[in-house]
């Protein structure tokens, strides 16, 4: 299941010309708790900064959106 999310996940953000979402092995479990700070206080902050900071590859569109 966990593949199918990131496959679907790439996929969009290929579409959309964003990007790649890959997170590093090492920084599971940040991401994972970037997640649940998502989910319990609705606040996106913490987990956009570590998506931007780690997780994504840009293409050159994605890198000029906000």
Do not use: C
């Not at 708790?33 to 998506?51: A, P, Q, R, V």
């Amino acid at each position: 299941m966990q593949q199918f999310l990131w496959a679907s996940a790439n996929k969009i953000l290929m579409q959309e010309d964003v990007g790649i979402l890959s997170i590093p092995y090492n920084q599971i479990e940040l991401f994972y708790d970037s997640l649940i700070e998502f989910y319990e206080k609705n606040d996106t902050n913490i987990l956009k900064n570590f998506l931007r900071s780690n997780a994504l590859l840009f293409t050159e569109h994605g890198r000029n959106l906000k």
